[in-house]
């Protein structure tokens, strides 16, 4: 994508009418897209490069560290405008338009992928739905959404895109969600109330939907929906009636910034945190703003556009904040390169390296190296091959990667990674193609453990790096796939996976000596994807999924007691993740959380 690129000339600034005349302008409801973990602010606001043209009611989220707005409107008449702001470089670049020119739609990330949904043009109200490419700047019409409507509002929990009330003649309860594997829509619990012009941000896996209007009304409640549940819930009113605000999620908590009532417009700045149920008011924004829009990249909120007291305007102006020590000893680190799930992690020379995985688009050969030591991310030759759902282990100092699928196909591939060279090299392939397989090493052996190819498997087989050559060793007690694996006093531990339409709680210790498995205590939480480390004879297992959503949830299981344990919460949902453990310190990288693939890196320091 080029961010530098010249904008368009007939995107030229045009003269506005003053706010009382702009509060005329199509509604639209805000997405807040998902941002990085941080708690405390610093800094304060500062002012950035200004938008390319003055706009209002546009839609807003981000993809890939990329700030998109769409369509919108300059108090003249709706705009098909595309324009992408990289917070990197402060700079501004125009993209490829929608199809529809419309205002009061709004825009939100799902599976990697930006959509662009409802708004109106006149009196024209839109059930449009468009999808962003990003990789080639075009747009594709979808499945249109069941009930047209204006100021309405999006967000994204699972891949799964939800498109709240609005207005359309009169206001909307109605709640439909889009399937992008299908590219088909279906109707959800409405919301209890009708609303427009509300703002939502999603906070772990549930939305909340602030304020907005109701007829001449201007609302300070809070509706919180669960997707799981398909159920609403009334959450603490904001402190200030507003419609038109924006709001992003940063460290757990929700920031909601400006807006508009009947009076005129606003800097009020207030936080939410969905633990406590609890509104907090910290620092306003310079310019008072309606209308105004918001994403998050990289801990810093950005308030975009609206209309200020002289009309529509091109303000920027961000809130960045602290990485902290997040609640129960986890840390923010800076995240991975790009987003990335189902790949392979372990640590080589206390260097973690990731390899391979998916962004949602398709699996990658990148390989990538992450040094705690100076919390930095390093690109490394890539795989020979690229696939996703591959497995990662380190043995007798060399890297391997193994198995993993791409398309259709599923891989026996085996390659070792020459760290003074930054190389890979090709070895024997395992006897059986597989994916969603765990590996370890004991002794120098490493273990290429169950997986699925066309059905889950029981299968074992070690491989000797001294002679290139694989075995087959006892097969697991039951078939499965998508599991998390880790060694402890020489023991190979599976926890929980996959089995057919199943999510597994259940555990299984192999004994490399005896080559014999036994089952041990199950897990607290049936959960698949999820992440492990060992940290003082101990091993924590984080984050993971099942059919209903995301976990956050961390249980330590002690080998020599057969028991588990609560551990502190993850701040970030997620499944798909992966983990490495260097000094005692957990690194759960990447995966999937409520709003897609993610780059995030958080951090539990045990101490050992």
Known sequence: M??????????SALLHPRLSSCLTLLALFVVCPQGLNAQTVRGGWKTKSPMPSQNAAFGADALDGIIYTVGGNTGAGPLDQVVAYDPATDLWSSMAPLAVARGGLAATVANGTLYALGGALGGTHYNTLEAYDDQADSWATMAPMPTPRQGLGAASVNGILYAIAGSF???LTVVE?????????SARAPMPSPRRQFTTCVAGGIIYVFGGSSGSSTLSSVEAYDPATDTWTSRAPMPTARAEAASG??????YVIGGVDAVGVMNTLEIYDPVTDTWATDLPMPTPRGWVRAAVVRNTLHAMGGID????????????????????????KSPMPSQNAAFGADVLDGIIYTVGGNTGAGPLDQVVAYDPATDLWSSMAPLAVARGGLAATVANGTLYALGGALGGTHYNTLEAYDDQADSWATMAPMPTPRQGLGAASVNGILYAIAGSFNADLTVVEAYDPATNTWSARAPMPSPRRQFTTCVAGGIIYVFGGSSGSSTLSSVEAYDPATDTWTSRAPMPTARAEAASGAIGGKIYVAGGVDTVGLFDTVEIYDPVTDTWKMGPSLPTSR?????????????????????GVTTVVEALSVGF
């Open 575 to 595: 499944g798909w993740v992966r983990a490495a453990v260097v000094h005692g310190t957990l690194y759960a990288m990447g995966g999937i959380d409520a709003g």
């Open 177 to 185: 969600a889009y399937d992008p594997a299908t590219n088909t829509w």
């Open 2 to 11: 080029n961010h530098t690129a010249k904008f368009r000339s007939s995107r």
């Open 249 to 254: 999620a940063i460290g757990g908590k929700i």
């Open 169 to 171: 003649n009169a206001d």
């Open 309 to 332: 007291m002289s009309g529509v305007t091109t303000i920027v102006e961000t809130l960045s904040v602290d990485k902290p020590i997040v609640e129960g000893g986890w840390k923010t």
